[in-house]
């Protein structure tokens, strides 16, 4: 595959290449995979601290009586307590811009975070001590691992008792297949945590259990000072120490093209809340992680140093301001400089657009953004044009790769029991589909108008019928349908036409007119694939590319 750079196309302007390379070359860009609970939360609020993006750490989730968080605006969020939509963080730090794609918490909307996943070069993967790898962390590493971005692993709480550090390293390995290189290394943990040794520099940098949300200063020795016998416990020190050598002798080196290609992972030990290791984490994090990188396009990489814009729309997003009752389409600038009023052209349509109001979106704040570089985020008004994973570009035609979509194991009938609030229902419906809140299928039989919803999670479900309640004047019903699997025909409607009637599953279309099974179970899916082995089925939707959606 050839690396487009495109250095002929636009004008033979020095100043815009040198501009260009230099914002490339300061740009970062990151999500943060774990399970609910990891403490996502509280480490971002921390990074900001560093970033000087926030004043004073829980402005991102303030706690107690006012327990709202930043990223959450939706009015279910609030009553939940929980985060479900994401939103993208701008900081700058020792002269690098760095944007944190904000990953929902829930884990019922891990078809967000994949989404989110496909915007971001690189990831921080976050474990509890305590627990190790769990299931949402697993899922969402999966899909790093598709994209082999780099990954860097922050073990979370140590100053609570956890498990073993060098079982930790042994079931990333053993169980994600991901090598490890500890770029530092504890003492003690739980009540007994007393820091960690550097790897790289041999010093012990010591732990005090400071103020909550102040940043902390790290006190920090070489290996042989004598004042480490009065404030570590020998038996601590000696037993890191061993461990250490260990490392040394049977673990893996810190290769930064491994890290670069996925393969290996540098892991950080620390406490996000009590703010151990997250700048010696960040410090090092941004000497590692990868800058914007080359995006696959239909014809081939995509350079961000390609002097045209281009970029491609992840997540949309309604409502997201009550007062403005507004949509956002986010995009990720992959190439080129992005300029306020620019005329782009929309490569699904073939139309010109000028994205007048584009915004750079600071969790509920909102600036008027004037120009953007490859790796950051904008926030464009969606005049209702922008299906997820359209490619927007200036200059020769591009068509990124779409973003797939996730095999959904819940279904239900949309029901309106309201014939006169039809209008708001199917503007609702194709409003929340456009956005990807959930998946909408379709019967093949036209007398059914109702719509199937298609989710990963119950909660998805909830979040339409709330928002359709509140955002579009609709109350429905939901009448669930027995299916927990469903798989796209590869091979589309000539092919299932090919092999007459099929039994033990439903035949529907999805909202770009393609061919969906619904399974009831595992099992009936490998029935028919022992039956018509030559069936292609796949769990991920194909790419969408020069048509629009059925709309109800
Ligand atoms: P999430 O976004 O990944 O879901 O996690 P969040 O940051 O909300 O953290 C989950 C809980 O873990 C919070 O406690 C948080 O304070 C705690 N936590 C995060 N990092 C650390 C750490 O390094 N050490 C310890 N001991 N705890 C940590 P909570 O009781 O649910 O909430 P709160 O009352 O503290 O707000």
Not at 491 to 499: A, R
Not at 504 to 526: A, G, M
Request: proline share 5%.
């Amino acid at each position: 595959m050839t690396v487009e750079t495109d250095l002929s196309e636009s004008s033979d302007n020095d100043f815009g290449r040198n501009e260009l390379k230099k914002a490339v070359t300061r740009r970062r860009n990151f999500a943060i995979i774990s399970h609910p609970d990891a403490g996502k939360t509280t480490l971002t609020e921390k990074l900001l601290l560093y970033g000087g993006a926030i004043q004073q750490a829980g402005a991102v989730k303030a706690r107690g009586e006012q327990r709202k968080v930043t990223s959450d605006w939706m009015e279910l969020e609030k009553q939940r307590g929980i985060s479900i939509t994401s939103t993208v963080l701008q900081f700058v730090y020792n002269e690098k811009t760095i944007n944190l794609l904000d990953t929902p918490g829930h884990q019922d909307f891990s078809e967000d975070t994949y989404r989110t996943l496909a915007a971001a070069d690189n990831a921080v993967m976050l474990e509890d001590a305590a627990k190790g790898l769990e299931p949402q962390t697993r899922k969402l590493f999966e899909v790093c691992r598709l994209r082999n971005i780099p990954i860097f692993t922050f073990v979370n709480k140590m100053d609570r008792p956890g498990l073993e550090p060098l079982s930790l390293l042994d079931e990333i390995e053993s169980e994600l297949k991901l090598s490890t290189y500890a770029v530092n290394w504890p003492i003690g943990s739980g009540d007994l945590f007393r820091g960690v040794i550097e790897r790289e520099t041999r010093d012990v940098v010591l732990f005090s259990r400071g103020e909550r949300g102040k940043q902390s200063k790290e006190k920090r020795l070489k290996i042989n000072d004598p004042q480490i016998s009065q404030l570590v416990e020998q038996e601590l020190l000696d037993k890191a120490l061993e461990e250490l050598e260990l490392l040394e002798e049977a673990g893996s080196e810190l290769d930064l093209d491994l890290v670069k290609a996925g393969e290996l992972t540098p892991v950080y030990f620390g406490s996000a809340m009590t703010n151990f290791g997250v700048k010696s984490f960040l410090d090092s994090f941004l000497q590692m992680a990868q800058g914007p990188v080359a995006r696959k396009a239909a014809d081939g990489l995509v350079d961000p140093l390609r002097e045209t814009f281009t970029g491609f729309v992840f997540k949309l997003q309604a409502n997201m301001d009550p007062r403005h009752r507004d949509r956002v389409a986010f995009v990720r600038v992959c190439s080129g400089k992005f300029e306020k009023d620019m005329t782009v052209n929309h490569a699904r349509t073939g139309k010109n657009i000028r994205l007048s109001r584009p915004q750079k979106i600071f969790a509920k704040d909102r600036a008027v953004v004037e120009d953007a570089y490859p790796g950051d985020v904008i926030g464009l008004n969606n005049p209702g044009m922008f299906s997820i994973g359209d490619t927007l570009y200036t200059g020769k035609h591009v068509e990124y790769e779409g973003i797939p979509c996730f095999s959904p194991e819940i279904f239900c009938w949309l029901r309106n029991p309201n014939p006169s609030a039809f209008k708001n229902f199917r503007k609702g419906v194709n409003e929340l589909r456009e956005e990807g809140a959930v998946q909408i299928l379709y019967d093949i039989d036209q007398s059914k108008r109702d719509p199937i919803l298609a989710a990963v999670g119950q909660l998805q479900l909830e979040v339409v019928q709330h928002r359709l309640e509140n955002e579009y004047s609709v109350k429905t019903l939901i009448e669930p349908m027995s299916f927990q699997v469903a798989r796209w025909v590869t091979g589309g409607w000539p092919s299932l036409e090919d092999i007459g009637r099929i039994f033990n599953c439903k035949t529907v279309q999805d909202s770009w007119q393609r061919p969906v099974l619904l399974f009831k179970n595992e099992w009936n899916l490998n029935q028919l694939e022992q039956d018509h082995a030559s069936l292609g089925l796949s769990a991920v939707a194909p790419v969408v590319s020069g048509v629009n959606p059925i709309t109800l």
